[in-house]
């Protein structure tokens, strides 16, 4: 028995260190674990304050600094201001894609892509071109009190038509008068028309007669649209020695109601066969004629849908107040079919909005199947380019 006890007590001794031993282990693995644990709440606690800082939120903690911000890139915007206050859509560039419509036919686009640039498709009728010569001779019959005037020729005359001709003849006034008009016939497709035409202005003393301005115009006749001026000269007969008949040769200067009389307006079009509507955008306006006294006008533009001629549908933007230079950027979607389309043109007129009176007509563009030939070209674009909206400067013209 004794010799059995002493063998067994090495072996108890021998249990109990492996157990302390187990248990050590266990306490060490605990107390790194909630070591870790502890640290990555702080760490959490850290990232969570660097967020609120970032979103706006300030939290303050005496035990964790703020994380510090590094510089971010800014982005700068700049908006359009509209006078009014109509929601924006996407701006339209020309030739790139459709264009967004409203619910109600017109909606507004804050940007104006056409600022500065010259881009393809918008025309800038701004080269200045050779109008002509006219040749006419003038004569006093004292004995009758007559003025005689022969409307001789025309030479080097622009084309106005398609076909790269005109149809000019010539309108006569004697100024201040414009009431008493008389022309001469049209020459068809000609640029060097000859009319040899003779004109007679009766009862005039020969001292009032010093005191008139004899006014020829060189237009091209348009059948289905307002007649295109081509030159025009301004002769005051104080200057020319009417006793005996002289012949004379004027060179043809732009006329009055001619391109930056009466202002210019760009506008794009577009058609879609498929769903049978065509879109016009009225872009902006540059260089309208005055209508108020300050020297401004208030403009907004008006566009009618013809059909064979008649009146169908009527639409208009928005007023801008007090500016001879409007940007209005506004859509408008009329319905045409296909079987519709040869037949369908549209009258777009500036007019100057006035309160107390009647509102006054700046100028207009008629824009159509058959029209002049700056117009018809936008026209015949539109369709060579389907789907796509094609902006042009059209300069206004006098349809009253």
């Not at 050779?130 to 005037?149: A, D």
């Not at 950027?329 to 389309?341: A, G, M």
């Not at 199947?369 to 117009?375: A, G, M, Q, W």
Request: aromatic content about 8%; charged content about 25%; overall charge positive.
């Amino acid at each position: 028995m004794k010799n059995g006890t002493t063998d067994n007590v090495p072996v108890f001794v021998t249990l109990l260190i492996s157990l302390a031993s187990l248990v050590s282990v266990a306490l060490f693995v605990l107390l790194c674990g909630l070591c870790d644990c502890f640290s990555g709440k702080k760490q959490a606690e850290k990232q969570f304050l660097f967020d609120d800082e970032e979103g706006g939120t300030e939290r303050k903690s005496a035990s964790v600094r703020p994380m510090k911000r590094t510089p971010m890139l800014t982005r700068k915007t700049i908006k359009f201001e509209r006078p009014d206050k109509k929601p924006a859509v996407a701006a339209v560039a020309p030739n790139v894609g459709g264009v967004a419509g409203s619910k109600n036919g017109s909606s507004e686009f804050p940007l104006d892509p056409f600022s500065g640039m010259d881009q393809e498709g918008i025309m800038m009728e701004t080269q200045e071109e050779t109008l002509g010569r006219i040749q006419f001779s003038l004569h006093y019959n004292f004995t009758e009190q007559t003025l005689i005037l022969k409307i001789i020729r025309a030479q080097d005359l622009p084309a106005k038509d398609l076909s790269g001709t005109s149809d000019p003849f010539v309108k006569i006034l004697l100024l201040p008068n414009k009431k008493s008009k008389m022309e001469t016939k049209v020459k068809k497709k000609k640029l060097n028309p000859t009319w040899h035409e003779t004109f007679l202005f009766e009862g005039f003393p020969y001292n009032k007669l010093q005191e008139r301005i004899l006014h020829l115009q060189v237009l091209d006749y348009d059948k289905f649209s307002r007649n295109d001026a081509i030159g025009e000269v301004n002769i005051p007969l104080c200057d020319i020695e009417l006793a005996k008949e002289t012949t004379y040769w004027k060179n043809l200067l732009p006329s009055k109601k001619s391109a930056g009389k009466l202002g210019d307006v760009l506008f794009s079009i577009m058609y879609v066969p498929s769903q049978g509507q065509l879109t016009i955008v009225i872009m902006k306006c540059r260089n309208l004629q005055a209508k108020d006294i300050t020297g401004k006008s208030d403009p907004y533009v008006k566009i009618w849908h013809m059909y064979k001629g008649k009146r169908v549908e009527k639409k208009k933007t928005t007023v801008k107040k007090c500016t001879l230079n409007p940007l209005f950027n506004e859509e408008f979607v009329f319905d045409v079919s296909l079987d519709k389309i040869r037949d369908t043109s549209f009258i777009i007129s500036v007019l100057d909005r006035d309160r107390l009176s009647k509102n006054d007509a700046i100028g207009s563009v008629l824009i159509g199947h058959k029209t002049s030939p700056l117009e018809m070209k936008h026209w015949n674009e539109m369709f060579a380019k389907a789907r796509q909206p094609i902006a042009q400067w059209h300069v206004l013209k006098d349809m009253s």
